[in-house]
């Protein structure tokens, strides 16, 4: 898929799903001071931001070390991005466990909330991809955390404006969009690699 800027940037930003994790962070961030909350979430998303910004410069050695094809990364990531976007369609049943002590340091909110294996896969891909766009690939990685950071940090207020039903059926659309925008990876690599085989 030839993504551009403006693509890249709407396609990270659906993956690393920032209404979706309102209630992660909510829930994380509950026996926190609520005046430290807004730090916690900026120091939470820049751990993540480095990170993915790092896999963006060792991306191509990571494929050859791992000795992986453009094509398996696309086909993986589009599996990777349609189990996601299910679970934001359909959200497993909330398990109930122990309630979170103390300030979370970079588990579970920095990783997997915000940089999981998707995020990850989806940098790796744009790189292999388009190389010569590192620049745009970095800028549409900085507007994604500046949205995450953003929604993150205003979450509670987002949540008693909004309510919860329609941050609900934002994250169902969300999911919804990413799923076609994962079969379309996939169809993608599928043709292409019928191609080769009709080459070879």
Do not use: H
């Not at 990170?51 to 410069?57: E, T, V, Y």
């Not at 995020?119 to 955390?145: D, N």
């Not at 404006?161 to 969009?177: K, N, P, S, T, W």
Request: hydrophobic content about 60%; proline content about 6%.
């Amino acid at each position: 898929m030839n993504y551009t800027f403006v693509s890249a940037t709407i396609l990270l930003i659906l993956i690393t799903d920032p209404i979706g994790n309102i209630p992660i962070f909510a829930n994380a961030l509950k026996n926190v001071a609520p005046e430290r909350r807004a730090r916690v979430i900026l120091r939470e998303i820049l751990i993540a931001f480095v990170l993915l910004l790092s896999f963006m410069f060792i991306g191509d050695s990571f494929l050859r070390v791992m000795n992986l094809s453009e094509l398996s990364l696309q086909i993986g990531g589009g599996v990777i991005l349609f189990l996601i976007a299910l679970r934001m369609i359909f959200p497993p049943p909330k398990v109930e466990g122990a309630e979170p002590q103390g300030e979370p340091l970079i588990v579970p909110l920095a990783i997997p909330a915000i940089a999981g294996p998707s995020a990850l896969a989806t940098v790796l891909l744009l790189v292999s991809q388009a190389p010569e766009k590192r620049l745009e690939w970095i800028a549409a990685l900085c507007v994604t955390m500046t949205v995450s950071a953003v929604v993150l940090v205003l979450a509670e207020r987002i949540q008693r404006v909004a309510g919860d039903r329609f941050v609900v059926a934002l994250e169902r659309l969300m999911g919804l969009v990413l799923v076609a925008v994962s079969i379309e990876m996939l169809l993608r690599g599928v043709r292409t690699f019928a191609k080769q085989l009709a080459g070879a």
